[in-house]
């Protein structure tokens, strides 16, 4: 028996569109009467469930005689609209066989990452879980775009397990478990278990699943591991027809374990719940000094800026490749650091005054990458 899984007491669950709906678009209601018949049992016995539920352009396409998820967004919008009510209306007719209620909670990439909105998230799903509610969580597909274009609700999985302070993130898709290749090779094993995401540097992880439609697959779902698990959180991913045997305990699926030492959150907030605003360019001196000695950037060792904010946003810190190493708040405008480059906080005070003979960016304000 996993202990992780059997000691959690607030748990996320994060199910994808393949295990609820049909290939050729509609809910599966069998597989929504299964899912929440486990769910249902773990909050009868005092556990804490937050569902995370992909699905809502997929439940839309058969009602829209849409044969396959569609590639524009205006569509894809179009056939959200019309499946989460669907969606959220079997969860609702589901889960009250079982004398529960659930409350759809709709987010946005803002509502993860602008702090004041963060804020109003935590205090929206903890009422819910007060009022012995199940929060069905879901992105607002209608009216987001880089969700649909870029992304799947795996990472918003991750960032609603810190953001409730859950002990336990389950993913649940198609397949069954972490392989080392394609699961349908035979020479392809089960990853049972992973202790750091470094161990998977030499696998071969998939993307888009079978079904075509869904938006995630492996990578997701692997990134997704990494964030809850820097953050103390324990991942089990499985198949969503295994999640019983998954949240008993039982040894299916692959278990990430949380790493031991967890960030503050605000600086997890930082690395994981921000979109950097622009891009600051450094000299290897300046590359070594932040990461290798985690100090603080001077305006000496930036060669260039890239985007448009303001003294307090998020930026990365890049090294001569151009591969973001750092990402920190910024404590200059955009427009003012060009004629700052290159000199020393020294020089910079002496010809400007005392209040330029700062850090661009203070070590306490910077996640390494």
Do not use: C
């Amino acid at each position: 028996m996993r202990e992780a899984v059997t000691a959690a007491r607030r748990i996320v669950v994060k199910v994808g569109s393949s295990s609820l709906t049909t290939a050729s678009g509609g809910l599966d209601t069998d597989r929504v009467d299964a899912l929440t018949d486990v769910l249902a049992a773990l909050a009868n016995d005092g556990r804490e469930i937050v569902l995370v539920s992909s699905g809502a352009i997929a439940a839309g396409l058969a009602p829209l005689g849409l044969p396959r998820r569609p590639g524009d967004l205006a569509t894809q919008q179009a056939a959200a609209s019309v499946g989460q009510g669907l969606l959220i209306g079997q969860y609702a007719t589901s889960f009250a066989r079982h004398r529960r209620t659930v409350g759809q909670v709709l987010l946005t990439v803002d509502d993860v990452t602008r702090r004041v909105h963060y804020r109003n998230a935590y205090r929206t799903l903890r009422k819910l879980l007060d009022l012995r509610a199940v929060p069905i969580v879901n992105e607002n597909d209608t009216v987001a775009t880089d969700e649909i274009r870029f992304g799947d609700n795996d990472r918003l999985a991750a960032l609603v397990a810190a953001l409730v302070q859950a002990d336990l993130l389950v993913l649940l898709s198609d397949v069954d478990a972490l392989y080392t290749g394609d699961p349908a090779r035979p020479e392809s094993r089960r990853i049972e278990e992973v202790h750091s995401t470094d161990e998977l540097a030499e696998v071969a992880i998939g993307r888009a699943g079978r079904s075509g439609v869904g938006t995630g697959g492996m990578v997701t779902k692997v990134e997704a591991a990494r964030i809850a698990t820097g953050f103390g959180i324990p991942v089990v991913l499985t198949a969503a027809p295994l999640a019983a045997q998954a949240l008993a305990g039982d040894p299916v699926g692959t278990l990430f374990h949380r790493a031991v030492h967890r960030p503050t959150a605000r600086l997890f907030w930082l690395a994981h719940a921000t979109s950097p605003r622009g891009r600051l360019h450094l000299d290897p001196g300046a590359v070594q000094a932040v990461v290798g000695r985690r100090k603080s950037l001077l305006p000496a060792g930036i060669t260039a800026v890239d985007g448009t904010f303001t003294a307090g946003d998020p930026v990365d810190l890049v090294d001569t490749m151009g591969t973001p190493v750092a990402r920190g708040l910024v404590n200059y405008d955009a427009v003012e650091l060009p004629g700052l480059l290159g000199r020393s906080t020294v020089d910079l005070a002496a010809a400007l005054g005392p209040a330029y003979e700062r850090e661009v960016v203070h070590r306490d304000d910077l996640v390494l990458l």
